[in-house]
């Protein structure tokens, strides 16, 4: 079974119990008591909370109360890859890094699971592993981690030339041009050029 090859369990992954100083007020932050949801229900949730935090943050559940509702998702959905990636995107927005790069190695870790345990057809599931390092690389380079974000920026750029998925090779080799030390200026231009074709932002 996939959770033992991985030594994954529910009882390993906890969301950061630790908050930055300024998200500690909880008597602001209280949802009260909810229901289950189901695990259409909690997909519908996560994509609007990952939509919102991207779009239009102020929308988007404090940092405090998202966590919150994302630890009672896990604990009746424990295997949902995006619930792990939402945690991840709340972490970076609360600057805590040790537990935005926990929840991201979870999510690739479950999705690496949920692949292996159910077929899932032609590229689709390859491709959630590009983007996984394409964020990988994006994550390290907010850090400072240059040598890491170059060495996941590479292999995503790999991965999507075998997968001819220019979308992710675009924003792969983007970030590889903003890592690389020297003048860029031809590489940036051309970067931008092929966004432009690709109507990337």
Known sequence: ECESDMELSNDEYKLPCSLPQDYLNTSEHSIGERKVMTR????????????LIQYSEANALSPV????ELGEILKTNPELPEAYFLAYLNGLRMKEYSGAVDSLYSA?????????????PGDDAHKSFRYADLNLAALHA???????????AN?????????RD??????ALSWLTRLSPGNNLPLIQLSIAKCEELSLS
């Open 65 to 68: 109360d998202l966590q919150n």
């Open 155 to 163: 292999e995503a750029v790999m991965m999507s030339q075998e997968a």
């Open 166 to 171: 220019h979308t992710c090779l675009q924003h």
């Open 40 to 51: 259409k229900q909690a997909d519908l949730f996560i994509a609007r909370q990952a939509a």
């Open 142 to 152: 907010r850090l400072g981690h240059s040598n890491e974000a170059i060495s996941a």
């Open 108 to 120: 690739s870790n479950h999705l690496i699971c949920g692949i292996n345990s159910v077929k899932i």
